[in-house]
């Protein structure tokens, strides 16, 4: 069946910093690809998506390249603010396998101190 | 914001006890979802409907039923909750099956 597996958290940074979110997928069959992201006591919303191979999705300041060769989706920010810190989802749809709703990952937690 | 409500937000409730959370969109969109947010599972499919009277199980749908009457609503009901059913619980709509979901902002339910 489709899975999505993300990286770990917490990510701690300082503002300004580099960020990395890894999310790798398996699926059936040629999904979407999400970034959704949560901030406290809120639900997901989504941040970006990508819907084929070498497409890549980008809001504010966020991007992700869908990467077919490596079933990857990893979310990257230049600069990170203290306004970002939140849960970062990965997810894919795949319509293939009948499933009419959205896969997600674990979630990372992002923290980015001052 | 998608418009969006989910009540309630908060509820304790004792092992045993019927329990029925309800999820009101305004955006008449065709396709709802009920998720399940636990600490590192990330969200997990109970039950979704793709029209009225039309559901279908997620990965999680065991001591879980669904209804949609109307197409504003999706009910969610745990006949007998438990205490692994302590959970925060997302309703979400989508346009069609390919769009992006909307989510509501969550029912904390504590079973004791």
């Known amino acids: 069946g489709n899975s999505v597996t993300q990286m770990e958290g917490p990510v701690t940074l300082s503002e300004e910093a580099f960020l990395t979110i890894n999310c790798t997928y398996t699926?059936?069959?040629?999904?979407?690809l999400f970034w959704y992201v949560q901030y406290p006591g809120e639900g997901l919303q989504l941040l970006l998506k990508?819907?084929?191979?070498?497409d890549k999705g980008s809001n504010k300041g966020f991007e992700a390249t869908y990467r077919k060769e490596t079933t990857s989706f990893h979310l990257e920010k230049g600069s990170v603010q203290v306004s970002d810190s939140a849960v970062y989802f990965c997810?894919?749809?795949?319509?293939?396998?009948?499933?009419?709703?959205?896969?997600f990952g674990s979630g990372t937690r992002l923290q980015v101190q001052p | 914001d998608a418009g969006i409500t989910q009540s309630p937000r908060h509820k304790v409730t004792e092992t045993g006890t019927p329990v029925t959370l309800r999820c009101h969109q305004t955006?008449?969109?065709?396709?709802m979802y009920w998720y399940r947010q636990d600490p590192g599972h990330g969200l997990r499919l109970i039950h979704y409907?793709?029209?009225?009277?039309?559901?279908d199980k997620g990965e999680v749908s065991d001591g879980y039923s669904v209804s949609r009457s109307k197409t504003e609503d999706f009910l969610l009901t745990l006949e007998s909750a438990t205490s692994s059913q302590t959970s925060v619980y997302f309703c979400?709509?989508?346009?069609?099956?390919?769009?992006?979901?909307?989510f509501g902002n969550g029912t904390r339910l504590t079973v004791t």
């Open positions: 997810a894919l749809s795949d319509l293939d396998t009948g499933r009419r709703a959205l896969t």
């Open positions: 699926a059936t069959g040629y999904p979407s």
């Open positions: 979400a709509i989508s346009l069609d099956s390919n769009s992006p979901l909307h």
């Open positions: 955006e008449n969109h065709r396709y």
């Open positions: 990508a819907t084929k191979a070498d």
């Open positions: 409907s793709y029209g009225v009277k039309d559901t």
